[in-house]
């Protein structure tokens, strides 16, 4: 069972460019979670999604960031016309179903996407 | 509100001698909660969790954890350092009300010297 998948691996933009990070969670989890990873931060939370929904985007920032998870296809987190203060790790994890405490919310992560915004 | 404090940004101790990272937590429910540990630019592997079972909780590569509910702290030990123990921690809780969001801690970064 291959873990959850990210790509790119790295990524360099310009600013004012788009990127699209990818993320493929493990076969049979329907939770997707992405994080963000400042330079000599922890991670922060991001935004929540299942199947066609999004659960709690209450981490994304209000403008330029967007992330959705198609019924078929990877989850795509969106940054439009980036800055340079996007420059950071982006993860993804990825859970079975099921819901509450214990270990129906252990999460698997991705390797991340390392965004450079030059 | 929900938060996770790592007390120490850096611990450096020498191979073979005791690790402890050390972590609190506060929460109005009951948490679960993880250490994980993050590799130079390699992503997250989980170390251990408690999930209101065991309060002596055993995870891979001879870590452990105590839950202390008394004292809302979940500190990470290990008895013997290795060198390959030399990374990033974090103590993380989860909660039922949250939707399954993860809170991290700062991070504690590992040294193990010779």
């Known amino acids: 069972n291959a873990g959850v998948m990210q790509n790119p691996r790295h990524l360099v933009r310009r600013r004012g460019q788009e990127a699209r990070l990818r993320c493929s969670p493990m076969?049979?989890?329907?939770?997707v979670y992405w994080y963000r990873q400042l330079p000599e931060e922890g991670l922060k939370f991001m935004v929540y999604l299942q199947k066609e929904n999004i659960i709690d985007e209450s981490g994304m920032p209000k403008e330029r960031f967007s992330a959705e998870f198609p019924k078929e296809g990877p989850s795509i987190l969106r940054i439009q016309q980036v800055v340079r203060g996007d420059s950071a790790a982006y993860f993804c994890a990825s859970s079975p179903p099921g819901r509450g405490v214990g270990p129906h919310n252990e999460q698997f992560f991705g390797p991340g996407t390392r965004l450079t915004v030059l | 509100a929900q938060s996770v404090t790592q007390l120490d940004s850096h611990v450096s101790v020498s191979e073979g001698t005791p690790v402890l990272l050390r972590c609190n937590y506060s929460?109005?429910?009951?948490?679960?909660l993880f250490w994980y540990v993050q590799h130079p630019n390699k992503g997250l592997q989980l170390l251990l969790k408690y999930t209101s079972a065991a309060t002596l909780v055993k995870g891979i590569n001879g870590f452990e954890a105590e839950f202390k509910k008394s004292e809302t702290s979940f500190h990470l030990t290990k008895p013997s350092a290795h060198m390959s123990d030399a990374a990033e921690y974090f103590c993380?809780?989860?909660?039922?009300?949250?939707?399954?969001?993860?809170?991290f801690g700062q991070g504690t970064e590992l040294s193990v010297k010779p």
């Open positions: 076969k049979g989890h329907s939770h």
């Open positions: 929460s109005s429910y009951s948490p679960s």
């Open positions: 993380v809780v989860s909660l039922y009300n949250q939707g399954g969001k993860l809170i």
